[in-house]
């Protein structure tokens, strides 16, 4: 079993509605976890990270955390075609171990 | 400058020669990360530099690959003998804090081609 795993996509969503986007994870004591956006070609740039007292929400996006059943979502409200990219999930195992990445695609 | 800084930003090689990537992190950062993407792939992880202890090398896909970090600043990456599976994007990333607890501030990665 991998550390960190995402659904590789692409996910599909028209313009307007809400991106939901998962990430599962095996270290029980992981304490934080990091959502990345990547363009193509361009580097990861952060989005937002949770620690493991709280989900947070800042402006359209919402990263909420389920410990018992060991994954972490990105919500995406009023999806752009701007937001289409790769959405990479880090969480802390000691040291940051990434997912492969979910690619998202919003249809104007 | 503000940000993580790496060099050279484009690298052709031919099989079986050494490569040298450096990485500049952003000052007063204390952990130090290398990753390697290929194409169409997640980030692999290599290998974690914080503060004076010693490396987490467990990503390096072989002995190949070896890196240090002078100073607790500066870091370079070496590649030996590369093969054409070393081909990918490297990544370099330092945070404020180690272990993970702080985000992570991604440098422009080197692309190397070896031929």
Same mark, same amino acid.
């Given at each position: 079993?991998?550390?960190v795993e995402?659904?590789?996509?692409?996910?599909s969503?028209?313009?307007?509605?809400?991106? !939901? %986007?998962?990430?599962?994870? /095996?270290?029980?004591?992981?304490?934080?976890?990091f959502?990345?956006?990547q363009?193509? *070609? &361009?580097?990861?740039?952060?989005?937002?990270f949770?620690?493991?007292n709280?989900d947070?929400?800042?402006?359209?996006?919402?990263?909420?955390?389920n410990?018992?059943?060991q994954?972490? !979502? %990105?919500?995406?409200?009023? /999806?752009?075609?701007s937001d289409?990219?790769?959405?990479?999930?880090?969480?802390?195992? *000691? &040291?940051?171990?990434?997912?492969?990445?979910?690619?998202l695609q919003?249809?104007? | 400058?503000?940000?993580?800084?790496?060099?050279?930003s484009?690298?052709?090689?031919?099989?079986?020669?050494?490569v040298e990537?450096?990485?500049?992190?952003?000052?007063g950062?204390?952990?130090?990360?290398?990753?390697?993407?290929s194409l169409?792939?997640?980030?692999?992880?290599?290998?974690?530099?914080?503060?004076?202890s010693?490396?987490?090398?467990?990503?390096?896909?072989?002995?190949?690959?070896?890196?240090?970090?002078?100073?607790?600043s500066?870091?370079?990456?070496?590649?030996?003998r590369t093969q054409q599976?070393?081909s990918a994007?490297?990544?370099?990333?330092?945070?404020l804090?180690?272990?993970g607890?702080?985000?992570?501030?991604?440098?422009?990665?080197?692309?190397?081609t070896?031929?």
């Amino acid at each position: 079993q991998k550390e960190v795993e995402q659904n590789s996509g692409p996910l599909s969503v028209p313009e307007g509605a809400i991106a !939901s %986007l998962n990430c599962t994870y /095996s270290d029980r004591g992981s304490q934080s976890f990091f959502w990345y956006r990547q363009y193509s *070609g &361009k580097s990861p740039e952060l989005i937002m990270f949770i620690y493991s007292n709280g989900d947070k929400e800042d402006g359209r996006f919402t990263a909420q955390l389920n410990k018992a059943s060991q994954y972490v !979502s %990105l919500l995406i409200r009023d /999806s752009q075609p701007s937001d289409s990219a790769t959405y990479l999930c880090a969480v802390n195992t *000691g &040291k940051l171990i990434f997912g492969q990445g979910t690619t998202l695609q919003v249809k104007p | 400058g503000a940000g993580v800084s790496q060099s050279p930003s484009n690298k052709v090689t031919e099989k079986g020669k050494d490569v040298e990537l450096r990485c500049d992190p952003i000052s007063g950062h204390t952990a130090l990360y290398w990753y390697r993407q290929s194409l169409g792939q997640g980030l692999e992880f290599l290998i974690y530099f914080q503060g004076n202890s010693a490396p987490d090398k467990s990503g390096l896909p072989s002995d190949r690959f070896s890196a240090e970090r002078t100073g607790g600043s500066v870091s370079t990456l070496t590649i030996q003998r590369t093969q054409q599976e070393d081909s990918a994007v490297y990544l370099c990333a330092s945070s404020l804090e180690g272990q993970g607890r702080s985000p992570l501030h991604f440098g422009n990665g080197t692309r190397l081609t070896v031929t």
